[in-house]
Protein backbone atom coordinates (compact mmCIF):
# COMPACT_ATOMS: atom_id res chain seq x y z
CA UNK A 1 0.00 0.00 0.00
CA UNK A 2 1.26 3.34 -1.15
CA UNK A 3 0.77 6.23 1.17
CA UNK A 4 1.20 9.65 0.33
CA UNK A 5 2.41 11.10 4.13
CA UNK A 6 2.87 15.18 2.25
CA UNK A 7 -0.38 16.19 4.20
CA UNK A 8 -3.32 14.14 5.92
CA UNK A 9 -3.89 11.07 4.66
CA UNK A 10 -7.14 11.10 2.45
CA UNK A 11 -9.36 9.64 5.30
CA UNK A 12 -13.04 10.19 4.39
CA UNK A 13 -12.23 7.51 1.71
CA UNK A 14 -13.14 3.77 2.96
CA UNK A 15 -9.60 2.84 1.22
CA UNK A 16 -7.46 4.92 2.98
CA UNK A 17 -6.24 3.53 6.49
CA UNK A 18 -7.04 4.58 9.72
CA UNK A 19 -3.50 4.68 11.10
CA UNK A 20 -0.62 6.26 9.61
CA UNK A 21 2.53 6.31 11.44
CA UNK A 22 5.99 7.44 9.63
CA UNK A 23 9.28 7.75 11.53
CA UNK A 24 7.50 8.19 14.88
CA UNK A 25 9.83 8.55 17.81
CA UNK A 26 9.66 9.04 21.25
CA UNK A 27 11.98 10.01 23.99
CA UNK A 28 11.19 9.85 28.05
CA UNK A 29 13.05 12.28 29.41
CA UNK A 30 13.73 11.39 33.86
CA UNK A 31 15.90 14.17 35.42
CA UNK A 32 18.98 14.26 32.86
CA UNK A 33 18.20 10.12 31.55
CA UNK A 34 16.96 10.33 28.29
CA UNK A 35 15.55 6.58 26.84
CA UNK A 36 14.53 6.49 23.70
CA UNK A 37 11.49 3.89 23.05
CA UNK A 38 10.37 4.17 19.64
CA UNK A 39 13.25 4.46 16.59
CA UNK A 40 11.71 6.01 12.82
CA UNK A 41 8.74 3.86 13.68
CA UNK A 42 6.61 3.18 10.38
CA UNK A 43 3.37 1.44 10.22
CA UNK A 44 -0.11 1.76 8.28
CA UNK A 45 -3.24 -0.08 9.43
CA UNK A 46 -6.26 -0.23 7.17
CA UNK A 47 -9.72 0.28 8.19
CA UNK A 48 -11.14 -2.70 9.91
CA UNK A 49 -8.19 -4.68 10.67
CA UNK A 50 -7.26 -6.57 13.53
CA UNK A 51 -4.11 -6.08 13.70
CA UNK A 52 -1.83 -7.77 16.72
CA UNK A 53 1.74 -6.38 17.68
CA UNK A 54 4.29 -8.04 20.10
CA UNK A 55 7.84 -7.56 21.19
CA UNK A 56 10.29 -8.39 23.98
CA UNK A 57 9.62 -6.64 27.02
CA UNK A 58 11.24 -2.53 26.41
CA UNK A 59 10.58 -2.79 22.37
CA UNK A 60 8.21 -0.07 22.64
CA UNK A 61 4.91 -1.86 21.79
CA UNK A 62 3.10 -0.56 24.52
CA UNK A 63 4.38 2.98 23.87
CA UNK A 64 3.07 2.48 20.67
CA UNK A 65 -0.05 2.08 22.35
CA UNK A 66 0.08 5.23 23.88
CA UNK A 67 0.77 7.22 21.49
CA UNK A 68 -2.48 5.60 19.02
CA UNK A 69 -4.24 6.08 22.06
CA UNK A 70 -3.38 9.88 22.70
CA UNK A 71 -2.09 9.68 25.96
CA UNK A 72 1.61 10.18 25.22
CA UNK A 73 2.61 12.43 22.23
CA UNK A 74 5.05 11.90 19.95
CA UNK A 75 8.28 13.68 20.01
CA UNK A 76 9.05 13.68 16.02
CA UNK A 77 7.84 12.17 13.35
CA UNK A 78 3.70 12.19 12.29
CA UNK A 79 0.93 10.06 13.36
CA UNK A 80 -3.02 10.41 11.75
CA UNK A 81 -5.59 8.44 13.03
CA UNK A 82 -8.68 8.83 10.78
CA UNK A 83 -7.40 12.15 9.38
CA UNK A 84 -5.96 14.00 12.66
CA UNK A 85 -2.82 14.44 13.09
CA UNK A 86 -1.71 13.40 16.67
CA UNK A 87 1.48 15.43 17.01
CA UNK A 88 -0.06 19.21 16.13
CA UNK A 89 -3.85 18.02 18.07
CA UNK A 90 -4.37 21.11 20.41
CA UNK A 91 -5.06 19.65 24.14
CA UNK A 92 -8.60 20.09 24.16
CA UNK A 93 -9.10 18.39 21.04
CA UNK A 94 -7.28 15.26 22.18
CA UNK A 95 -9.10 14.91 25.18
CA UNK A 96 -11.89 14.57 22.51
CA UNK A 97 -10.16 12.35 20.58
CA UNK A 98 -9.58 10.08 23.86
CA UNK A 99 -13.41 10.21 24.42
CA UNK A 100 -15.29 9.85 20.91
CA UNK A 101 -12.46 8.19 18.68
CA UNK A 102 -10.41 5.49 20.67
CA UNK A 103 -11.40 3.07 22.87
CA UNK A 104 -9.14 1.09 25.52
CA UNK A 105 -9.06 -2.38 27.29
CA UNK A 106 -6.17 -2.63 29.96
CA UNK A 107 -4.44 -5.77 31.52
CA UNK A 108 -5.50 -5.24 34.64
CA UNK A 109 -9.31 -5.24 36.04
CA UNK A 110 -9.08 -2.35 37.89
CA UNK A 111 -7.63 -0.22 35.41
CA UNK A 112 -10.27 -0.76 33.61
CA UNK A 113 -13.90 -0.66 35.88
CA UNK A 114 -14.58 1.17 38.86
CA UNK A 115 -15.00 -1.75 41.92
CA UNK A 116 -17.98 -0.26 43.38
CA UNK A 117 -20.14 -0.37 40.19
CA UNK A 118 -21.82 -3.23 38.73
CA UNK A 119 -21.19 -3.88 35.25
CA UNK A 120 -24.12 -2.31 34.31
CA UNK A 121 -22.85 0.87 35.81
CA UNK A 122 -19.69 0.18 34.62
CA UNK A 123 -20.68 0.54 30.96
CA UNK A 124 -23.34 2.86 31.54
CA UNK A 125 -20.72 5.36 32.70
CA UNK A 126 -19.09 6.56 29.75
CA UNK A 127 -22.37 7.16 28.13
CA UNK A 128 -23.30 9.29 31.29
CA UNK A 129 -20.23 11.61 30.78
CA UNK A 130 -21.00 11.74 27.03
CA UNK A 131 -24.34 13.10 27.55
CA UNK A 132 -25.98 10.24 26.01
CA UNK A 133 -29.51 9.14 25.89
CA UNK A 134 -30.85 5.36 26.51
CA UNK A 135 -28.05 4.50 28.86
CA UNK A 136 -28.92 1.44 30.23
CA UNK A 137 -30.67 0.00 27.07
CA UNK A 138 -27.22 0.43 25.35
CA UNK A 139 -25.29 -0.85 27.93
CA UNK A 140 -27.42 -3.88 28.46
CA UNK A 141 -27.06 -4.46 24.96
CA UNK A 142 -23.13 -3.80 24.90
CA UNK A 143 -23.04 -6.68 27.63
CA UNK A 144 -25.01 -8.92 25.51
CA UNK A 145 -23.22 -8.28 22.90
CA UNK A 146 -19.96 -9.75 24.90
CA UNK A 147 -22.10 -12.56 26.53
CA UNK A 148 -22.65 -10.93 30.00
CA UNK A 149 -26.07 -9.90 29.59
CA UNK A 150 -26.86 -12.55 33.08
CA UNK A 151 -23.70 -10.82 34.67
CA UNK A 152 -24.73 -7.54 34.35
CA UNK A 153 -25.10 -6.70 37.97
CA UNK A 154 -22.10 -8.20 39.05
CA UNK A 155 -19.65 -6.53 40.92
CA UNK A 156 -15.84 -6.65 39.96
CA UNK A 157 -15.23 -8.92 42.92
CA UNK A 158 -18.17 -10.94 41.69
CA UNK A 159 -16.19 -11.39 38.47
CA UNK A 160 -14.06 -13.82 37.11
CA UNK A 161 -10.71 -12.34 34.94
CA UNK A 162 -12.49 -13.04 32.10
CA UNK A 163 -15.60 -11.47 32.66
CA UNK A 164 -13.71 -8.35 33.52
CA UNK A 165 -12.34 -8.25 30.42
CA UNK A 166 -15.06 -8.65 28.51
CA UNK A 167 -17.02 -6.01 30.66
CA UNK A 168 -14.12 -4.28 29.86
CA UNK A 169 -14.62 -4.03 26.35
CA UNK A 170 -17.97 -3.32 26.46
CA UNK A 171 -17.27 -0.29 28.21
CA UNK A 172 -14.38 0.47 25.72
CA UNK A 173 -17.07 -0.15 23.07
CA UNK A 174 -19.74 2.91 24.79
CA UNK A 175 -18.93 5.85 22.74
CA UNK A 176 -18.68 3.48 19.40
CA UNK A 177 -15.07 4.03 19.01
CA UNK A 178 -13.70 3.63 15.63
CA UNK A 179 -10.16 2.53 17.27
CA UNK A 180 -10.11 -0.14 19.74
CA UNK A 181 -6.54 -0.37 21.98
CA UNK A 182 -5.95 -3.49 23.89
CA UNK A 183 -2.68 -3.80 25.86
CA UNK A 184 -2.38 -7.00 27.28
CA UNK A 185 -5.74 -7.91 27.46
CA UNK A 186 -5.48 -11.76 28.22
CA UNK A 187 -2.39 -11.30 30.08
CA UNK A 188 -3.88 -12.38 33.87
CA UNK A 189 -6.07 -15.24 32.75
CA UNK A 190 -5.36 -18.88 31.88
CA UNK A 191 -5.37 -20.28 27.47
CA UNK A 192 -9.03 -21.03 27.24
CA UNK A 193 -10.42 -17.34 29.20
CA UNK A 194 -8.12 -15.88 26.64
CA UNK A 195 -9.70 -18.12 23.34
CA UNK A 196 -12.95 -16.31 24.76
CA UNK A 197 -11.55 -12.84 24.66
CA UNK A 198 -10.07 -13.00 21.48
CA UNK A 199 -13.19 -14.83 19.92
CA UNK A 200 -14.92 -11.43 21.32
CA UNK A 201 -12.44 -9.22 19.65
CA UNK A 202 -12.86 -10.83 16.13
CA UNK A 203 -16.42 -10.77 16.36
CA UNK A 204 -16.47 -7.22 17.34
CA UNK A 205 -14.31 -6.62 14.12
CA UNK A 206 -15.80 -8.74 12.14
CA UNK A 207 -19.48 -7.38 12.84
CA UNK A 208 -18.90 -3.94 13.12
CA UNK A 209 -15.69 -3.25 10.96
CA UNK A 210 -14.11 -2.08 14.34
CA UNK A 211 -10.28 -1.06 14.02
CA UNK A 212 -8.58 -3.44 16.57
CA UNK A 213 -4.90 -3.35 17.68
CA UNK A 214 -3.93 -6.00 20.31
CA UNK A 215 -0.79 -5.44 22.29
CA UNK A 216 0.21 -9.06 23.44
CA UNK A 217 3.25 -11.99 24.64
CA UNK A 218 0.83 -14.78 23.25
CA UNK A 219 2.54 -16.56 20.60
CA UNK A 220 -1.14 -17.69 19.43
CA UNK A 221 -2.31 -13.91 18.86
CA UNK A 222 -2.06 -14.75 14.72
CA UNK A 223 -4.53 -17.36 14.81
CA UNK A 224 -7.08 -14.26 15.64
CA UNK A 225 -5.85 -11.48 13.89
CA UNK A 226 -5.06 -10.93 10.26
CA UNK A 227 -1.71 -9.44 10.88
CA UNK A 228 0.70 -9.64 13.37
CA UNK A 229 3.53 -6.84 13.61
CA UNK A 230 6.47 -7.21 16.11
CA UNK A 231 8.38 -4.34 17.35
CA UNK A 232 11.92 -4.70 18.18
CA UNK A 233 14.31 -1.47 19.96
CA UNK A 234 11.56 1.03 18.75
CA UNK A 235 11.12 -0.18 15.38
CA UNK A 236 8.88 -2.52 13.12
CA UNK A 237 11.10 -5.68 12.64
CA UNK A 238 8.44 -8.47 10.96
CA UNK A 239 5.02 -9.28 10.06
CA UNK A 240 3.36 -12.52 10.21
CA UNK A 241 0.82 -12.50 7.85
CA UNK A 242 -2.04 -15.15 8.21
CA UNK A 243 -2.69 -17.07 4.11
CA UNK A 244 -5.65 -18.47 3.26
CA UNK A 245 -6.42 -21.93 4.95
CA UNK A 246 -5.67 -25.12 2.87
CA UNK A 247 -7.24 -28.30 3.26
CA UNK A 248 -5.16 -30.41 5.25
CA UNK A 249 -6.47 -34.87 4.85
CA UNK A 250 -7.55 -36.20 7.76
CA UNK A 251 -8.56 -40.11 8.84
CA UNK A 252 -10.88 -40.72 10.94
CA UNK A 253 -11.45 -44.16 11.52
CA UNK A 254 -15.53 -44.25 11.73
CA UNK A 255 -15.61 -42.01 8.56
CA UNK A 256 -12.78 -42.18 6.55
CA UNK A 257 -11.21 -39.56 5.09
CA UNK A 258 -11.75 -36.38 5.74
CA UNK A 259 -10.10 -32.59 5.60
CA UNK A 260 -9.65 -30.33 8.02
CA UNK A 261 -8.10 -26.51 7.12
CA UNK A 262 -4.77 -26.11 8.30
CA UNK A 263 -3.61 -22.27 8.88
CA UNK A 264 -0.63 -21.30 7.21
CA UNK A 265 1.61 -18.31 8.19
CA UNK A 266 3.69 -16.05 6.48
CA UNK A 267 6.86 -14.10 8.29
CA UNK A 268 7.80 -10.94 6.29
CA UNK A 269 10.71 -8.87 7.06
CA UNK A 270 9.92 -5.15 7.00
CA UNK A 271 11.42 -2.45 5.21
CA UNK A 272 11.56 1.10 6.96
CA UNK A 273 11.13 4.53 5.10
CA UNK A 274 14.98 4.54 5.08
CA UNK A 275 15.07 1.33 3.49
CA UNK A 276 16.64 -0.89 6.53
CA UNK A 277 15.30 -4.03 7.71
CA UNK A 278 15.92 -6.07 10.78
CA UNK A 279 17.22 -9.89 10.14
CA UNK A 280 15.82 -12.50 12.36
CA UNK A 281 18.55 -12.46 15.23
CA UNK A 282 18.32 -17.11 14.57
CA UNK A 283 18.97 -16.72 11.31
CA UNK A 284 21.60 -14.40 11.74
CA UNK A 285 23.49 -16.96 14.11
CA UNK A 286 22.80 -19.61 11.20
CA UNK A 287 24.77 -18.43 9.00
CA UNK A 288 27.38 -16.38 11.54
CA UNK A 289 26.51 -13.26 10.13
CA UNK A 290 28.04 -10.36 12.50
CA UNK A 291 28.99 -7.21 12.46
CA UNK A 292 28.77 -6.50 8.45
CA UNK A 293 27.50 -8.47 5.72
CA UNK A 294 27.50 -8.67 1.56
CA UNK A 295 24.58 -7.90 -0.37
CA UNK A 296 24.53 -9.16 -3.77
CA UNK A 297 22.18 -9.26 -6.43
CA UNK A 298 20.57 -12.09 -8.05
CA UNK A 299 17.63 -13.17 -10.11
CA UNK A 300 15.34 -14.26 -6.94
CA UNK A 301 16.36 -10.96 -5.45
CA UNK A 302 18.92 -9.61 -3.11
CA UNK A 303 21.27 -12.14 -0.64
CA UNK A 304 22.82 -11.46 2.29
CA UNK A 305 25.77 -13.09 2.81
CA UNK A 306 28.25 -13.27 5.65
CA UNK A 307 31.68 -11.46 5.05
CA UNK A 308 34.76 -13.59 5.94
CA UNK A 309 36.21 -13.43 9.57
CA UNK A 310 39.67 -12.00 7.90
CA UNK A 311 37.78 -8.88 6.78
CA UNK A 312 35.46 -8.42 9.67
CA UNK A 313 39.06 -8.26 11.83
CA UNK A 314 40.80 -5.89 9.79
CA UNK A 315 38.23 -3.66 9.93
CA UNK A 316 37.95 -4.11 13.95
CA UNK A 317 42.30 -3.45 13.89
CA UNK A 318 41.45 -0.07 12.17
CA UNK A 319 39.26 1.37 14.83
CA UNK A 320 41.08 -0.17 17.60
CA UNK A 321 44.77 1.28 16.41
CA UNK A 322 42.55 4.74 15.71
CA UNK A 323 41.37 4.76 19.11
CA UNK A 324 44.70 3.57 20.77
CA UNK A 325 46.18 6.48 19.09
CA UNK A 326 43.99 8.97 20.02
CA UNK A 327 44.62 7.71 23.46
CA UNK A 328 47.97 8.22 23.43
CA UNK A 329 47.74 11.73 21.99
CA UNK A 330 45.84 13.02 25.06
CA UNK A 331 48.47 11.47 27.22
CA UNK A 332 45.52 9.14 28.92
CA UNK A 333 45.92 5.94 30.51
CA UNK A 334 44.33 2.78 29.32
CA UNK A 335 44.91 2.82 25.76
CA UNK A 336 44.66 -0.75 25.95
CA UNK A 337 41.12 -1.29 27.18
CA UNK A 338 40.50 2.08 24.49
CA UNK A 339 41.92 -0.80 21.64
CA UNK A 340 40.07 -3.63 22.93
CA UNK A 341 37.02 -1.04 23.47
CA UNK A 342 37.21 -0.43 20.02
CA UNK A 343 37.73 -3.94 18.24
CA UNK A 344 34.32 -4.90 20.56
CA UNK A 345 32.77 -1.86 18.51
CA UNK A 346 34.06 -3.08 15.09
CA UNK A 347 32.82 -6.80 15.35
CA UNK A 348 29.52 -6.33 17.18
CA UNK A 349 28.31 -2.76 16.70
CA UNK A 350 29.77 -0.98 13.41
CA UNK A 351 31.06 -3.52 11.36
CA UNK A 352 32.48 -1.08 9.06
CA UNK A 353 35.15 1.62 9.79
CA UNK A 354 33.24 4.63 9.55
CA UNK A 355 30.51 3.90 12.10
CA UNK A 356 33.11 3.06 14.23
CA UNK A 357 34.85 6.32 13.98
CA UNK A 358 31.79 8.01 14.54
CA UNK A 359 31.22 6.30 17.54
CA UNK A 360 34.74 7.11 18.59
CA UNK A 361 34.14 10.94 18.05
CA UNK A 362 31.16 10.73 20.72
CA UNK A 363 33.25 8.48 22.97
CA UNK A 364 35.96 11.22 22.74
CA UNK A 365 33.25 14.01 23.28
CA UNK A 366 32.18 12.44 26.80
CA UNK A 367 35.53 11.40 28.30
CA UNK A 368 36.44 15.23 27.70
CA UNK A 369 32.86 16.50 29.54
CA UNK A 370 33.81 13.81 32.26
CA UNK A 371 37.59 14.92 32.55
CA UNK A 372 35.94 18.79 32.62
CA UNK A 373 34.06 18.38 34.62
CA UNK A 374 36.33 16.58 37.21
CA UNK A 375 38.69 19.57 36.90
CA UNK A 376 36.20 22.11 37.82
CA UNK A 377 35.05 19.85 40.63
CA UNK A 378 39.04 19.43 41.64
CA UNK A 379 39.40 23.72 41.37
CA UNK A 380 36.10 24.20 43.35
CA UNK A 381 37.66 21.69 46.16
CA UNK A 382 40.66 23.72 46.56
CA UNK A 383 38.82 27.19 46.92
CA UNK A 384 36.77 25.27 49.88
CA UNK A 385 39.63 24.66 51.25
CA UNK A 386 41.02 27.98 51.20
Not at 67 to 88: C, K, M, T, Y
Not at 294 to 306: C, K, Q, S, T
Not at 339 to 353: D, P, Y
Amino acid sequence: MVVDLSGAPETKSKAAPLIVCDNVVKIYKVANLETVALQGLDLVVARGELLGLVGPSGSGKSTLLNVLGGIDRPSAGRVWVDGQNLLEMPDSELDQYRRSTVGFVWQQGSRNLVPYLDALENVALPLAIAGGRARSERAAALLELVGLADRRHHRLAELSGGEQQRVAIAVAMANEPKLLLADEPTGEVDSATAQVIYDTFRRLNRDFGLTTVIVSHDPVLARYTSRVVAIHDGKTASETVRQMARPRPSVDEARGIEEEEEEVFEELVVLDSAGRLQVPKEQLEQLGIKGRARLEVAEEGILIRPVPEAESAHAADVLSAELAVGAGRRGWRGAEVASRLARGVGESIAGSVSAGRRWISRLWAKISGSRRRSRRRSGDEVETGR
